[in-house]
């Protein structure tokens, strides 16, 4: 089912929510919200649920106008961040629930319920806890029980609230690609909240980037990180060196090759795998000092400082390779040459 919304706006009191919100998502896609607390990604999925109301806008779903329609008229599953499970019932009640309290027309007998309980348990790899009770579960277990559960009504659109939100960081793990390779299976439109910007570019199709009730960026993965649109992006999704465009720093700049737009904002961002280093001897604008070094696995982290605006230590990050640092043969305290690589700026406001 595809999703439009047209100038979607909600507030709450003094508090504006969402400003103004276009977005067209398309059937089947896996998208993911994306932005800091408090900047609306939640309160935009309820919206399309129908448990919350805009103050402006339309919401079309399947090209059908569900602005004012109850959740029940949306074909819509919702799963939660704390899996809201019914603890008296077992896992398999818990799944039937949906399709038992169906109107009467629709319900399925108890054989087709039966079938299709347990072939949504196969589905999410739990058929074997089916006469176990919530409490029993580990918490990914719990998720994935709820994800089975809003499937059973056979949703054409899933929403998910932050729906690793709970768990340990191993598990939040292994239920992305868990989740990534179900999507795959199903395509059903999802969309998910989040937070973690590891997270929404690990599983998404699609991020959707907000901030203070603002789209700030839509795209693939690849085109959020490698092109952000703005200086909240491009702070907000992964790692960057933000450099002051001071005289000392323009002059590094200029030495990397880089040719700054004279309408640019006051600042230049730079990933720390854009940042390439060498052993130097000189002292010039491109010279830093390396500072300390983080190994990340199979990535090293750099700690470099070199002389920022008005002479004052700027310390930088560089990244790249294990078995390219060991091959540079650095020490504490060893000057460097740096070279950039690619770099962002953008207009200034």
């Known amino acids: 089912m595809s999703i439009i919304l047209n100038h979607i706006s909600k ?114 790899q739990l058929d074997w806890l089916h006469n176990r009770y919530p409490d029993q579960l580990s918490g990914g277990q719990r998720q994935r029980i709820a994800l089975a559960r809003a499937l059973a009504v056979e949703p054409e659109v899933l929403l998910l609230d932050e729906p690793f939100g709970a768990l340990d960081a191993s598990v939040r793990k292994d239920l992305r690609l868990w989740l990534r390779h179900l999507h795959e299976n199903l395509n059903v439109t999802s969309i998910f909240v989040t937070h973690d910007q590891e997270e929404a570019m690990e599983v998404a199709n699609r991020v959707v980037v907000f901030n203070h009730g603002n789209l700030e960026q839509q795209g693939t993965p690849s085109e959020i990180y490698d092109n952000p649109a703005n200086e909240f992006v491009s702070r907000f999704i992964g790692d960057t060196n933000v450099i002051s465009l001071g005289h000392h720093n323009t002059e590094w700049l200029k030495l990397s090759g880089l040719v700054i737009t004279p309408d640019a904002s006051n600042s230049v961002h730079i990933r720390p795998h854009d940042l390439d280093i060498i052993k130097s001897n000189t002292d010039s604008a491109a010279t830093a000092t390396l500072k300390d070094w983080q190994h990340l696995g199979a990535l090293i982290r750099i700690e470099l400082a070199k002389k920022g605006v008005n002479g004052s230590p700027e310390i930088i990050y560089a990244q790249m390779p294990n078995e390219q640092f060991k091959r540079l043969q650095l020490s504490k305290g060893d000057r460097v040459d740096l070279h950039i690589r690619h770099a962002h700026w953008f207009d200034a406001a």
Not at 35 to 44: A, D, M, R, Y
Not at 75 to 91: C, K, N, S
């Open 11 to 124: 507030r709450f009191g003094n508090f504006t929510a969402l400003n103004d919100i276009n977005l067209e998502i398309p059937e089947g896609e896996l998208v993911a919200l994306l932005g800091p607390s408090g900047c609306g990604k939640t309160t935009l999925l309820r919206i399309i649920a129908g448990l919350e109301r805009a103050d402006s806008g339309q919401v079309l779903l399947k090209g059908e106008d569900k602005t004012h329609k109850d959740i029940r008229e949306r074909g819509i599953g919702f799963v939660f961040q704390h899996y809201a499970l019914f603890r008296h019932m077992t896992v398999f009640e818990n799944i039937a629930f949906g399709l038992r309290v169906k109107p009467r027309k629709l319900r399925p007998n108890e054989a087709e319920i039966h079938k299709k309980v347990h072939a949504l348990l196969e589905l999410v």
